[in-house]
Nanobody
Framework: QVRLVESGGGLVQPGGSLRLSCVASGTIFSISAMGWYRQAPGKQRELVARITHDGSTNYADSVKGRFTISRGNAKNTVYLQLNNLKPEDTAVYSC??????????WGQGTQVIVSS
């Protein structure tokens, strides 16, 4: 099992920036990919960005050019840089780890609110 702890959410004005962090512990050698998902009130959870063990990334169309996913040197930390935030980016952002045998682990989520 992998334990994920997110941090970095908060309240920001439109056009502002935030940096989310996700630290993994436990059987981190079993992680094949990590990603950030978000869920807004009344909406389904959606993939925001994902990074694989070899560094390949993919993004939701709605965040391309504004958000950047990256890993720390120890590779047990994943960051999501959120720039030019919009009110529609308001959601609970959760970190996800995909394990090599197909299981998934989730963090508890961190709230991002974009409002003036």
């Amino acid at each position: 099992q992998v334990r994920l702890v997110e941090s970095g959410g908060g309240l920001v004005q439109p056009g502002g920036s935030l940096r989310l962090s996700c630290v993994a512990s436990g059987t981190i050698f079993s992680i094949s990919a990590m990603g950030w998902y978000r869920q807004a009130p009344g909406k389904q959870r959606e993939l925001v960005a994902r990074i694989t063990h070899d560094g390949s990334t993919n993004y939701a169309d709605s965040v391309k050019g504004r958000f950047t996913i990256s890993r720390g040197n120890a590779k047990n930390t994943v960051y999501l840089q959120l720039n030019n935030l919009k009110p529609e980016d308001t959601a609970v952002y959760s970190c996800n780890a995909q394990l090599t045998w197909g299981a998934e682990n989730w963090g508890q989520g961190t709230q991002v609110i974009v409002s003036s």
